[in-house]
């Protein structure tokens, strides 16, 4: 089932070019273990934030947040890992930038989706119509 509907990320792909890498099943469950893994869950699509250190929340839920928010997040040139709600739909590894770059794509590509940020072992939560959560991963 994973990665069986790539089209869901076709126009993030088309923007982003060859700087994003489509990630196989192994190399997503890999990072998942880093980052969505290590937090419990709320329903089916929130994580539990309870056992975190949250750096911040936002009821913003657009492009210039996830701008801002990878602006204060995320170190220059740090890989971003993005996850998305249907495991249909691949992981996709980019560079924090050309998260920020193309915000819009990549929120326009699932109602929820985590953002990894590898170096600095943050993670971002967007939940459509409700928001952004950023905090560092549990150990």
Request: charged share 20%.
């Amino acid at each position: 089932m994973y990665g069986t509907h790539p089209e869901g990320i076709a126009a993030l792909l088309e923007v982003s070019g060859a700087s994003t890498m489509v990630l196989s099943f192994r190399e997503d469950r890999a990072l998942a273990a880093l980052s969505v893994g290590r937090f419990g869950a709320v329903g089916s699509t929130r994580l539990d934030w309870s056992g975190a250190e949250v750096s911040e929340r936002s009821d913003a839920f657009d492009a210039d947040e996830l701008r801002r928010l990878m602006a204060s997040c995320a170190g220059v040139d740090e890989l971003a890992v993005v996850f998305w709600s249907n495991l249909a739909v691949p992981s996709v590894a980019l560079a924090a930038a050309v998260v920020a770059d193309h915000a819009e794509a990549v929120l326009e590509c699932s109602p929820e989706c985590w953002i990894y940020l590898t170096d600095s072992d943050v993670l971002i939560e967007f939940q459509d119509g409700e928001g952004f959560t950023a905090g560092r991963v549990p150990n």
